[in-house]
């Protein structure tokens, strides 16, 4: 499970759902996650900050909790349209790192 904080230097917080604890705090946004989406086999995270204030769009790596990828690019989050590009976007980078193996 993983959950966006609000309001300033918020966290994005990844929980292990079955063991019921903390997997992992990152603390990468400054003005609230708008939203967070796990790629389809779990591997990756993806989180948006609040616009304005925080536009910004990491995936983190599920493995190790550590950033894999940042972006600046995000402009604004409007609720279904952002999660519907959002996915669309990790799903793409999923491919791309594959066919480079």
Known sequence: IASGQRGENADVIVWDFEEKRLLYRMQSHDAGVAVVAFSHDEKLLLSVGVTPGDN??????????????????????????????????????????HASY
């Open 56 to 97: 910004r769009l990491f995936v983190w790596d599920m493995a190790s909790g550590l950033m894999n990828a940042q972006s600046n690019a995000v402009q604004s989050v409007d609720s279904q349209v952002s999660h519907a590009l959002l996915l669309s976007f990790l799903q793409h980078r999923i491919r791309c790192s």
